[in-house]
C-alpha cells in the first residue's frame, strides 16, 4: 500500500477555521504511532504541474488562484480562505493524486491514500468553493485516462455533494460518478434527477440521504448504488473522494457514521473491485473536521484498504 504523506500540506494556513493544518498534523501523528508509516510505502512525488492542474482547470483560474495565495488574499470564497503557503500546498495535494495514479496503474502497489489537503470535491473548473481549491480527485481520475485507462469510477462518500467532481465530468462519458450525501445540505446540488448528459447520460448516480438515516440504511443503499453503478459503467479503475464528515460527532457535517463504518464503507468497494477484476483503489482525504473522529476513522479506512 502506498502513503502520501508530507509537511507540505501544513503551509495552506486558514486561521480559525475548521479545515486547519491540524487535520494532517493528528493524521499523520496517528499513522506514526500505529506503524503505518513504516508498514506502507511513501513514495517521493512531484508537486503538479500548470499543465496537469489545466487538465480540469481553466488557465484563467490557475492564474488567478496563485495569486490570490501569493498576495495572502485571504477570504476568496464565502468559505475559503488562502495564505502565501496555499499554492505550494495545493499542487502537492493534486501531485498526490496523479502520481498515486500513475503507480497504482502501473502495478507498484494495488491501493494507495493521500492524505492531503486542501481538499478538492467542491473546486469547479473556474473557480473555489467550499474549502477547496483544485479538485485532486478530477485530476486523479484525468491522470488514469491519461495512463490508459478507458473507464473510471469515483466513490464519493464525504456528507457533503461532492459538486465540482460532478461538473467536471456531467457530459464525459468516461468517468462514472457516484454521491452519497446529507440532503438538504451544503452545497445544494446532488438531486436523484442530476444523473448526466449526452455522452455522460447515466454515468452520475446521486443518493441523497436524510439526517436521520439509520447506519443500517446507509450502507445498504451504498451497497447496492456502487454495484449498479458499476454494472451500468463497467469501469476499469476506482477513486475514492474520502471524506470523514459524515462520522455523527463531525461538527462541520455529521451524518450516522462511526470510525468502524467506514472500513465497512471501503470493503464494499473492494468487493466491488474483485468481482469485477478492476485493477488499483486510489482514495483520497476530502473532508472531516474532528480532530480525533477524522484521524481515526482514516485508520480504519487504511487498515482495511491495505488488506
Not at 41 to 69: F, G, I, K, M
Not at 173 to 201: K, L, M, Q, W
Amino acid at each position: 500500500m502506498l502513503l502520501y504523506v508530507s509537511q507540505q500540506f501544513e503551509n495552506h494556513q486558514t486561521g480559525h477555521h475548521p479545515e486547519c493544518p491540524a487535520r494532517t498534523t493528528r493524521l499523520n501523528r496517528l499513522l506514526e504511532e500505529t506503524g503505518w508509516l513504516e508498514r506502507a510505502t511513501v513514495p517521493p512525488w512531484n508537486p503538479a504541474s500548470r499543465e496537469q492542474l489545466q487538465w480540469n482547470h481553466s488557465p484563467e483560474y490557475v492564474d488567478q488562484l496563485e495569486r490570490w495565495c501569493r498576495e495572502n488574499a485571504g477570504q476568496i470564497e464565502a468559505d475559503t480562505v488562502v495564505s502565501p503557503g496555499s499554492w505550494e500546498a495545493a499542487r502537492w495535494a493534486a501531485g498526490a493524486a496523479i502520481d498515486a495514479v500513475r503507480r497504482v496503474l502501473a502495478g507498484e502497489a494495488a491501493t494507495a491514500f493521500c492524505a492531503i489537503r486542501p481538499p478538492g470535491h467542491h473546486a469547479l473548473p473556474d473557480r473555489p468553493m467550499g474549502f477547496c481549491l483544485v479538485n485532486n480527485v478530477a485530476l486523479a481520475a484525468h491522470a488514469a485516462l491519461r495512463c490508459g485507462a478507458e473507464r473510471v469510477m469515483i466513490i464519493d462518500w464525504d456528507v457533503h455533494h461532492g459538486n465540482g467532481t460532478q461538473e467536471a465530468f456531467y457530459a464525459d462519458g468516461r468517468v462514472a460518478f457516484y454521491s452519497i450525501h446529507r440532503s438538504p445540505f451544503y452545497p445544494g446540488t446532488g438531486a436523484a434527477d442530476e444523473r448526466g448528459v449526452g455522452a455522460g447520460e447515466g454515468w452520475i448516480l446521486n443518493r441523497p440521504v436524510p439526517a436521520t438515516i439509520s447506519t443500517k440504511a446507509y450502507i445498504e443503499l451504498f451497497s447496492e448504488d456502487i454495484q449498479l453503478l458499476a454494472e451500468r459503467t463497467d469501469p476499469q479503475h476506482l477513486l475514492i473522494s474520502a471524506g470523514f464528515d459524515a462520522h455523527r460527532g463531525d461538527p462541520v457535517g455529521g451524518l450516522c457514521l462511526e470510525e468502524e463504518d467506514f472500513a465497512t464503507l471501503t470493503a464494499i468497494v473492494q468487493s466491488v473491485a474483485q468481482r469485477r477484476g478492476i485493477q488499483g483503489i486510489v482514495s483520497m482525504l476530502e473532508g472531516g473536521y474532528h480532530l480525533e473522529h477524522m484521524p481515526r476513522s482514516v485508520l480504519a479506512h487504511i487498515q482495511q484498504l491495505a488488506h
